[in-house]
């Protein structure tokens, strides 16, 4: 049945189960044969008492005599509220008795980020992205795998894991391919919904293999069982009743028949009918009997258990029932002696255990001792926990579970903790758990003066997560007295963006506009209007004429002197830039935001006074003025600061996809398609629809269009939905352009006719537009140069002079290619030769090596071809490379 002997409590759970552990065994072999072997991963999903528990035991006894290194935790049903228990378990006790120097070199670049979510490292001040903080337990535990092969990991009762192990798990899962390491999960079925169903959905995903779904004993089996636990004379009648009043449930039938034992039952037909009473003594209200039996002191001892759940030490649990430790030892050997408790796996246990780490011997039993506690006498025992955690320093945030418990009591030092907690959950990156801690401490309630303050930080905490919900908090919270000065303008401002966020950008603009209204002529007044105008502007259906006009003639009284102004100097820059205006002027406006060439101190990409919108429109702004070394000096400082600060997800990723629209611009399109599919894996991380995923998608199909890669961008566009209903926020590169362009390229002119068109309707609406940034015209002009030769021309005069008028030698030059594409013999020759001066003036390497290559055709050109190949090759625009190599390779009229 199983290889050797396990012990005799598991062996009794591990009947009818050797499928499961030739699965098991067969991984184990494959694990150990080879280092550089593929990761594995099982599922063992069963219902209660079916014996998942048993077969992870069995699989550490296996694991270990092969000579594995076995982690293991578990998830506690009262303990789901704790973010990071479970993966702290599991890997705690390897990292814990390492020297502070050790553990970095273990986990190398990922310490400071790691270490705090684990336990081994003081978190620092702030909030950090929790994204981050899971890629960095990813590549944490990635690291120690490495190190410590062959290593098994058994994570039991996943269901009852917190949502930040779950998380964690799902990511670890996904990266398993390269990594020699086998992962063991047990579940229920069921029991989760939400985020951590999905989770773990996730994880059953990616194992390769089936689910092993356990089900409940046979007849035979039961049977089986049955006589070699009591004798092998018990007689067919009781062994079916067995059955029956178990269901062929292994842990329900292992307790039933040590009841059998104990009360010394004859196992024969005449006794049968003693196995319901029998049954139900041993589960539910028979098993708290049963407890009760053992006197009030055990009683009182395994509430204290339960309470504290895998902090279940003797010495704590004895503090906690207010008992002597002689008397707290003789308790819990009665329990262990009355299988309720049993010793904690030394894996799970550290060096502050060692006064004796015990945990209940089935979850069930958990569960029902917790709740027969008297709900008057739990709730105090919670508040008496909380009380002792802290006196042990141990901080808010661990006390926080049982502060969570206690009931409302209107008790501003509850308060206080509560907010202490959520200021440490966030620091480790679990912004849920810092939710919990705030929505607990509204309930108690908090005084008057503080209330608004609370319903401020819930807030902020979860702005990213749950915008509907931030935006709730933060109107209370504005709508109360105790919010004042900075504070309250700072609440206004995350409000504006909790609505940007939930796509309400009208509602975001009011918003500020209404608090600015109430302040005089000031800083803070400044500083409301330039996010006025930073979300009108990020929101294309708000640009207008009128909106211009206002800005430029409130910049126009900035000279850069505070960050306010230096803000308005910025939209006016992007405004200026998004509308063709003089690129010289839109320039000079950026650098004066500027101090010494350098952004000021409080306007950094991690400040969060600004966010990173304004950043964002200004290394646009740049990108599209031709100081492509700005641009890039400004997303690269972005990366470098997201990644430095922990920040993950959404920053991340648009970090990711400004920078390779910098590098598009540059021409450097193998990188630029690089940094965009990194930014769209993190946008999906965030979630679809957002306008950052938008911006991923459109700037990736942008740069693969640029490189010939035409098949793989229509595939990009199909996988990610990258067509019209688009978002309501101005998207960089230009979205409708890019679509129309797709469509062109891959042979559907008319609905990419239609899409141009459509962005020619949003450009008029707008007040105009910068030929450059969104190239709608140039496209258009070049689509309809054969059925409608006469409106092509216009169209490519119009965008000629818009681009003259800005001034940029990419803007002119791209003009230059269209009018010459749409022409014929030596007229063609002299606006490609013209296309080709500017373009080589410009920093837009892509663009100048297409029309070196046009120019190389309309002049029969070898040599011009042979520059725009070799131009090609190096920008990586695999489609111009072979266009230029055809036409060389037939030389037919080259000179």
């Not at 409590?9 to 550089?36: N, Y």
């Not at 620092?124 to 899971?134: M, R």
């Not at 810092?434 to 979860?462: D, I, K, S, W």
């Not at 559907?748 to 020619?760: F, H, M, S, V, Y």
Request: include cysteine; aromatic fraction near 4%; hydrophobic fraction near 40%.
């Amino acid at each position: 049945m199983t290889e050797g002997r396990p012990p005799a409590a598991d062996s009794a759970s591990l009947w009818e189960r050797d499928t499961e552990i030739a699965t098991v065994a067969q991984v184990l072999d494959d694990l150990c044969a080879d280092q550089s072997s593929a990761g594995s991963l099982l599922v063992i999903r069963g219902e209660a008492g079916l014996g998942k528990t048993a077969l992870l035991a069995e699989t550490r006894r296996m694991a270990e005599r092969r000579g594995c290194r076995v982690w293991s935790a578990r998830g506690g049903e009262t303990l789901k509220s704790v973010p990071f228990n479970v993966v702290r378990q599991l890997l705690q006790p390897a990292l814990i008795s390492l020297l502070p120097e050790e553990a970095r070199e273990y986990l190398g670049d990922w310490y400071d980020i790691a270490g705090p979510a684990l336990g081994i490292v003081d978190p620092g001040a702030g909030s950090v992205d929790p994204q981050y903080v899971c890629d960095g337990l990813v590549a944490a535990v990635r690291r120690l795998a490495r190190r410590e092969w062959p290593l098994v990991l058994l994570v039991d009762d996943a269901h009852w894991a917190d949502q930040e192990t779950l998380r964690w798990l799902a990511a670890f899962a996904e990266r398993l391919d390269d990594l020699p390491v086998l992962v063991v999960v047990g579940r229920r079925p069921g029991e989760v919904s939400g985020e951590s169903a999905r989770h773990l959905d996730a994880v059953a995903a990616t194992a390769g293999r089936p689910v092993i779904n356990l089900s409940a004993l046979t007849p035979d089996a039961s049977a089986g069982l049955t006589r070699a636990t009591v004798g092998r004379h018990a007689d067919d009648p009781f062994c079916r009743e067995v059955w029956a009043v178990t269901g062929g449930n292994p842990y329900e039938t292992v307790e039933l028949l040590a009841k059998v034992q104990d009360s010394e039952l004859q196992p024969v037909e005449t006794r049968a009918d003693e196995l319901r009473a029998l049954n139900r003594s041993a589960r539910g209200g028979g098993l708290v009997d049963r407890l009760k039996g053992l006197g009030i002191e055990a009683t009182q001892f395994a509430w204290a258990a339960a309470i504290l759940g895998n902090e279940c030490r003797v010495g704590l649990v004895a503090r906690l029932a207010s008992m002597a430790p002689h008397v707290a030892g003789h308790c819990a050997e009665l329990l262990r002696s009355a299988r309720i408790l049993t010793d904690a796996p030394t894996d799970r246990t550290t060096p502050a255990s060692d006064d004796g780490a015990l945990e209940f011997v089935h979850p069930l039993i958990a569960s029902a001792v917790y709740n027969s506690i008297p709900s008057a006498v739990r709730t105090a025992m919670h508040g008496i926990a909380a009380q002792i955690v802290t006196e042990t320093g141990r901080g808010a945030a661990e006390a926080s579970r049982h502060l969570l418990k206690v009931h409302p009591d209107d008790d501003e030092e509850l308060v206080a903790q509560l907010r202490e907690a959520a200021r440490e959950h966030l620091a480790v990156g679990a912004p849920d758990a810092a939710r919990r801690c705030l929505e607990r401490a509204l309930q108690e309630p908090p005084r008057p003066e503080t209330h608004a303050h609370v319903l401020y930080e819930l807030g902020c905490a979860t702005l990213l997560t749950a915008p509907v919900v931030t935006i709730e908090h933060l109107r209370c919270a504005l709508g109360m007295s105790g919010l004042d000065g900075g504070k309250r303008v700072d609440a206004v401002v995350r409000l504006s963006q909790a609505l940007l966020h939930n796509d309400q950008l009208e509602e975001a603009v009011r918003t500020v506009e209404a608090e600015a209204a109430r302040h005089d002529a000031s800083p803070v007044k400044m500083r409301l209007q330039a996010v006025q105008f930073m979300w009108e502007g990020i929101h294309g259906e708000t640009a207008s004429p009128e909106r211009s006009r206002r800005l430029a003639d409130l910049a126009a009284t900035c000279t850069g002197r505070d960050n306010s102004e230096r803000a308005l100097l910025i939209l006016r820059g992007f405004d200026a830039m998004t509308h063709g205006e003089s690129a010289e002027e839109v320039l000079e406006l950026c650098d004066r935001a500027l101090v010494n060439g350098r952004l000021a101190p409080g306007l950094g990409w991690t400040d969060g006074e600004w966010g990173m919108e304004l950043l964002m429109m200004l290394g646009s702004t740049y990108a599209y003025a031709d100081r492509l070394d700005r641009a890039e000096s400004l997303f690269s400082e972005a990366l470098r600061a997201y990644t430095g600060a922990g920040w993950r997800g959404g920053h991340l990723s648009l970090a990711n996809a400004y920078l390779g629209l910098a590098y598009r611009r540059q021409g450097r399109l193998r990188d630029a398609e690089t940094n965009l599919r990194e930014a769209l894996t993190q946008a999906e991380r965030v979630g679809r629809g957002l306008p950052l995923y938008w911006s991923a998608t459109c700037g990736l199909i942008d740069t693969l269009l640029a490189r010939g890669h035409v098949d793989e961008a229509r595939s990009i566009a199909e996988r990610h939905t990258f067509s019209p209903p688009y978002p309501s926020t101005i998207v960089l590169p230009d979205i409708r352009t890019v679509r129309g362009r797709l469509l062109l390229a891959v042979g559907r002119t008319e609905d990419g006719i239609n899409e141009l068109e459509a962005a020619e309707k949003t450009a008029t609406s707008r007040g105009g537009h910068n030929p450059v940034l969104a190239p709608w015209s140039i496209d258009l002009a070049k689509a309809l140069a054969t059925q409608d030769p006469a409106r092509a021309a216009r169209l490519a005069t119009e965008a000629r002079r818009q681009a003259e008028h800005f001034g940029t030698d990419t803007a002119i030059g791209e003009a230059l290619r269209c009018a010459a594409a749409l022409e014929t013999g030596q007229q063609a020759v002299r606006l490609a030769a013209q296309a080709v001066a500017y373009l080589e003036a410009s920093p837009c390497q892509y663009e100048h090596a297409a029309a070196r290559v046009e120019y190389g055709i309309a002049a029969r050109s070898v040599a011009e071809l042979n520059r725009g190949l070799a131009l090609a090759r190096s920008c990586g625009a695999d489609g111009l490379v072979a266009q230029a190599r055809e036409v060389l390779e037939t030389g037919r009229g080259l000179r």
